[in-house]
């Protein structure tokens, strides 16, 4: 049995679950969640009900609160990308965008439901949220070969867009966007520090 916070879905699983699909079985955390929390919802109080709630907070805090919810992408604008600052947000609302191609592949987006939340470093701000269907290596482009295919009528551009200053507020990411201190393109995010930026 593979138990794993990841989604069914992902290669991560398929590539596992290839070396033998009848004997390889995935469970994902949440189901063992879910199952517990259900079971023990109705009991009494009692020295078991009380070791289950004990073993679902430790589930939470090991697993979910680390589980990978997606990714915060910095724009990267230009011809090189073929992505201009004054044009994305119309075109996006527009419907044109189905996918988006990156230099390298994102784990993280790996999976049914992730999130790409794009960062646009002129407004400052994460100004889309879209949810990942399928990650696959095209080569469309030499230097973005992989792409990220939307969900449908998922993409969602921010009448709000999240600003530098929340998610500065976010632990671990106090230096996102700030210039020298910062090099990376793109930034894990977890379930928890998402419902943090999107509350």
Do not use: C
């Not at 399928?134 to 990220?148: A, E, F, L, Q």
């Not at 969900?151 to 700030?178: K, M, Q, S, Y």
């Amino acid at each position: 049995m593979l138990l794993t916070p990841d989604d069914s879905r992902s290669r991560y699983i398929a590539d596992f679950r290839s070396l033998d699909p009848d004997l390889v079985v995935h469970v994902g955390w949440k189901r063992v969640y879910d199952f517990f929390e259900n079971y023990v919802a109705p009991q009494p109080p009692s020295v078991f009900s009380e070791l289950v709630r004990q073993f679902l907070d430790r589930i939470h805090d090991t697993v979910f609160a680390q589980d990978q919810a997606g990714i915060i992408l910095k724009i990267d604008f230009g011809d090189r990308s073929e992505v201009y600052e004054d044009e994305y947000l119309a075109e996006m609302t527009a419907g044109d965008w189905t996918e988006w191609n990156t230099p390298r592949e994102y784990k993280s987006l790996d999976g049914t439901g992730r999130k790409l939340m794009l960062y646009d470093r002129t407004q400052k701000a994460i100004t889309v949220e879209v949810e990942i269907r399928k990650v696959k290596r095209t080569n469309r482009s030499r230097r973005y070969p992989w792409t990220n295919f939307f969900a449908p009528g998922t993409v969602h551009v921010l009448e709000r867009p999240i600003p530098l200053a929340r998610i500065h507020r976010i632990e671990g990411f106090e230096n996102f966007g700030v210039h020298r201190k910062d090099r990376n393109a793109y930034r894990n995010i977890t379930h928890e520090q998402y419902r943090e930026l999107t509350s």
